[in-house]
């Protein structure tokens, strides 16, 4: 590639905050900024709600937020049978299941707050940098797959079944049987370990894990592996999931995060997910890499030589 991209936020949003001066008598239930939640995050988005969470208990520090990381689907599944009220999944609902939760009176409320990736990971001693999309698609679904210069025998890899990252592949590969060289491990974590002491393996991993070049575990996660470039078609060029490529969708494996929510309007569950809508949320979402889905974005684009 000989160009790059400067990706900037521009933020004019305000948060709500709660009145410290309010009637003492109200702190009996929780409100936006106290009280005890659990928020149920799919794992692909652990380090940015590991810092999102951190940051508004000390916006709020009578506020305690659980967050627990699960697979999409447990996530799901936990929602609608009660077991949760707020939840971040890589989709919204759809009509059937909001059909679902209207009939039984629950009203939901669904927020975009932001833009991700599903990011292709291999061991520093792979000189394959570059696949398409029908690469990915063929590998995923015909066993027998081999890396094209090495012409050694592909093991791909993902977090854990009804995952985001496995759940995005299924829709990838239009739902067919995945090749018994695809295995599913248990983390976003384990598929990156196990990279790194497998040549010839392809992980499939959320780019938060690698996307905030600030934080130091993401930095001692890319001294031992290579992130791929990917094209949408054979012969065109290939980006990596960087926030500029997610957001322009030239990066072509992008996805959406989203937030779901059941719980009271007034309570703390609520108040949570107005953080990650608001100014300081989306921020901390810019800051991870990842593309704010509540703010106006300006692309700068420079020419290299």
Known sequence: MNRSLLFSVLLGLTLWSCNEHENPLAYQNDTHGRGKATIFIEDSYKPLFTSCIYSFEGKYPKAKITGKFLSEGQIIDSFFENKVKTICISRDFTKEEKAILKSKNVQVRSELIAYDAVAL????????????????????????????????????????????????????????????????????EEVINYVKKTPNALGFIGVNWISDQEDLEVMHFLDSINVLYVSAAEGEPGFQPYAGTIWTKEYPLFREVWMINKARKAGLNSGFVLYMTGERGQLIIQKSELVPAKAPIRLIQFTTY
Do not use: C, Q
């Not at 759940?167 to 995945?178: D, I, T």
């Open 121 to 188: 990971i291999t061991h520093p001693s792979n000189s394959d940098t570059l696949v398409s999309v029908k690469d990915i698609k063929d590998w995923l679904t015909k066993d027998g797959a081999r890396w094209p210069t090495s012409n050694k025998a592909i093991n791909m890899v993902f977090d854990r079944e009804n995952s985001a990252n496995f759940n995005f592949l299924a829709r990838l590969a239009g739902n067919k049987k995945l090749s018994t060289s695809v295995y599913a491990l248990k983390s976003n």
